[in-house]
């Protein structure tokens, strides 16, 4: 069974940083891209950032770029985004995904698998 598990959100003051993680399990986690979404309550889920099955290409979306770094932890099977200079509009539901495949994608329905979430609230 695939699963992934997000951690490290919580309630920030705008400027603060936060490191969020997703364990995966389940998934050759070397032969797997890996994405970061967020969706806010009547908007459309946006894809952050995500990193290729070698490490070797990223994205981000723009409004994050210089902010967020995305890395792979083979030896742990973990995804980490570190979060920088956070703003109140990067308050959000962020979720990890997963695909057994090399390329990744800010697109959602290129991903089969999916965490539960974890909130990050940025206060002003």
């Known amino acids: 069974e695939v699963q992934l598990v997000e951690s490290g959100g919580g309630s920030v003051q705008a400027g603060g940083s936060l490191r969020l993680s997703c364990t995966v399990s389940g998934l050759p986690f070397t032969d797997s891209a890996i994405a970061w979404f967020r969706q806010v309550p009547g908007k459309e889920r946006e894809g952050v950032s995500c990193i290729s099955a070698s490490s070797t290409t990223y994205y981000y979306i723009d409004s994050v770029n210089g902010r967020f770094t995305i890395s792979k932890d083979a030896a742990n099977n973990t995804v980490t985004l570190h979060i920088n200079s956070l703003k109140p509009e990067d308050t959000a539901l962020y979720y990890c995904?997963?695909?057994?495949?090399?390329?990744?994608?800010?697109?959602?329905?290129?991903?089969?698998?999916w965490g539960e979430g974890t909130q990050v609230t940025v206060s002003s």
């Open positions: 995904a997963a695909v057994n495949y090399y390329y990744c994608s800010a697109s959602g329905p290129y991903y089969d698998y």
